[in-house]
């Protein structure tokens, strides 16, 4: 045997052989798994995009509810809870139901007194494998005590009964035209919703009896908002505590990915107050077409629907 050779079998008996020492000497036990678990996958509250609101001029409010052929093809309108009946065009509140997300669009006289180009955004909740209690917090990425520090709690009546619906957490923001709020939904409400057991909450359970898949509403994948300087900082530190990731940062301009949703969320120093200036949906078939609808664009292309709402807020 060459000299070569001796050298190669000697290198591979000691690499075999400090293999060995190591595998003897290796203690699983001395791997805190929940440790390394825990910092680099900290358990915060998943966030989902629920629905939204938007207050909308008479103009527009009046057509939007008495097309009747837009609704018809777009999506159905129901007046609400307890048993989503169809809209009446005298009424001051209507929604627009998807598979996972709505649409509350109100008047301008609506029973909230909410002033014409007031917007909200709500959220769904949920922490790993923590059922619905009146107790239930927000399980956030880093410490805090400025934002979400504020809870109410929902009931609905519903026949006879009054459930609980949710927990709600916000930051409070006096003089806002942009509310943004948090919830913990209860499974109980459902079960007497629609009289039958649910295990959990989920946003197409409650819409089931609304939505309608042979209509073009499907849901929502983008909102676009302007805001003011505080309320840019305080939607994008809400956002940031609950783990929400930042997709992209261009200037003033952030967007940040919840759940199914992108929220795209601009700085402006220019506006009075904060608003939704664009919704991006998705449609369940294919449309081509523009439908002006008082001071609202919405145009379809494809698979996707825009809604333009700037012109609602010019004076």
């Not at 358990?43 to 609101?53: A, E, G, K, N």
């Not at 709020?181 to 039958?196: C, I, K, R, S, V």
């Not at 997709?247 to 107050?273: A, F, M, Q």
Request: aromatic letters at 10%.
């Amino acid at each position: 045997m060459k000299a070569r050779d001796v050298m190669i079998l000697v290198m591979c008996v000691l690499v075999i052989s400090c293999k060995e020492e190591v595998l003897d000497h290796y203690d699983p036990s001395l791997v805190d798994r929940g440790k390394i678990d825990k910092a680099f996958h900290p358990q915060v509250s998943q966030v989902l995009f629920d629905h939204l609101y938007v207050v909308v001029d008479s103009t527009t409010y009046q057509a939007l509810t008495s097309n009747r052929n837009w609704k018809q093809s777009y999506a159905f309108l129901d007046k609400g809870l307890p048993d989503f009946t169809p809209h009446q065009e005298n009424g001051s509140t209507c929604y627009m139901r998807g598979h996972h997300h709505y649409i509350e669009i109100l008047g301008p006289n609506n029973s909230y007194g909410e002033p014409v180009g007031k917007s909200g955004i709500g959220f769904s909740l949920e922490n790993e494998k923590e059922h619905f209690h009146l107790g239930v917090v927000p399980k956030f990425t880093n410490d805090n005590d400025k934002y979400l520090t504020a809870a109410e709690t929902v009931s609905m009546p519903l026949g006879v009964t009054e459930p609980t619906w949710f927990k709600t957490f916000y930051t409070p923001s006096p003089g806002t035209a942009l509310h943004t709020w948090y919830a913990f939904y209860n499974p109980g409400f459902l079960d007497e919703l629609h009289h039958q057991k649910h295990h959990s909450y989920t946003r197409e359970a409650f819409l089931k009896d609304a939505y309608d898949d042979k209509k073009l509403f499907n849901g929502i994948h983008t909102i676009h908002l302007m805001c003011t300087a505080e309320d840019y900082q305080r939607v994008a530190q809400e956002m940031y505590y609950l783990g929400c990731e930042l997709l992209d940062r261009h200037g003033k301009k952030l967007l940040i990915k919840s759940g199914d949703v992108n929220i795209s969320l601009s700085l402006s120093e220019n506006i009075e107050y904060s608003r939704i200036t664009r919704l991006e949906c998705n449609l369940n078939m294919e449309d081509n077409s523009v439908t002006r609808l008082g001071n609202l664009t919405i145009t379809n292309s494809g698979r996707e629907s825009v809604w333009e709402l700037n012109q609602i807020h010019q004076k």
